[in-house]
């Protein structure tokens, strides 16, 4: 079975400090794909990246910056010098691989507060 | 584009009422998906589509039902509300993709309070 944990339920952080969500998954197939949402306070998720269980590669885009680790089945997500507006909820989520790969599993989600 | 719309916004039922929410999305996608958020539980699928006239179940379909006879609409029924559906619904959509890669597009939400 595939599984998704977020075991931070909430942060709260200062402006321009450094934060990472964690996220650790589970699942046996060997083909998966991994992706954080952000959920702002209007509501609407909206998607920040993809990543193919073959490709450990980290990312950066602006402050933001993913680390996947297949040997920890870990996807944290990091944001540097927060902003009041990176306050959200973040999901992490998973794909199994292949036709059915369609249906995503979500972790619980983090709330991230970033104070001013 | 006006991506995923849901209507309505906001919704009070009594317990036993029904009610149906609208998902339209404008950008030609197979996949259609509707989930519910409840705190601490993140996003739950309920029901979901893959194309035209078919639908599935997902993780949490009881006391749901739903339709989608238009490729851009994907309708979610309560036919005897609860006060366990009081929930923030999503529709989301996607396209197909055979590797399984595909991100979501979400709606704005529906919140719903069952009395």
């Known amino acids: 079975a595939q599984k998704v944990t977020q075991a931070q339920t909430e942060i709260s952080v200062v402006e321009k400090e450094d934060v990472t969500l964690d996220c650790v998954y589970e699942t046996r197939d060997t083909t998966y794909y991994l992706f954080w949402y952000k959920q702002p306070p209007s509501g609407e998720l909206v998607f920040l990246i993809r990543?193919?269980?073959?490709?450990?590669q980290n990312e950066i885009s602006g402050r933001y910056s993913w680390n996947f680790q297949k040997s920890t089945s870990s996807f944290n997500f990091t944001i540097t010098a927060s902003q009041v507006v990176d306050s959200a909820v973040y999901f992490c989520a998973l794909n199994k691989g292949g036709t059915g790969g369609f249906k995503t599993i979500f972790g619980a989600g983090t709330r991230l507060f970033v104070k001013a | 584009n006006a991506g995923v719309t849901q209507t309505p916004k906001f919704r009070v039922l009594k317990t036993g009422q029904s009610m149906t929410l609208l998902c339209a999305q404008d950008?030609?996608?197979?996949?259609m998906y509707w989930y519910r958020q409840d705190p601490g539980m993140g996003l739950r699928l309920i029901h979901y589509s893959v194309g035209e006239g078919t639908t599935a179940k997902g993780e949490v379909p009881d006391g749901y039902n739903v339709s989608r006879l238009k490729k851009q609409n994907f309708l979610l029924g309560l036919e005897s509300a609860a006060p366990s559906q009081t929930s923030v619904y999503f529709c989301?959509?996607?396209?197909?993709?055979?590797?399984?890669?595909?991100?979501?597009?979400f709606g704005p939400g529906t919140r719903l309070t069952v009395l």
């Open positions: 990543r193919n269980s073959f490709d450990e």
């Open positions: 989301a959509s996607s396209y197909r993709r055979s590797r399984g890669d595909n991100e979501q597009f």
């Open positions: 950008m030609n996608h197979e996949y």
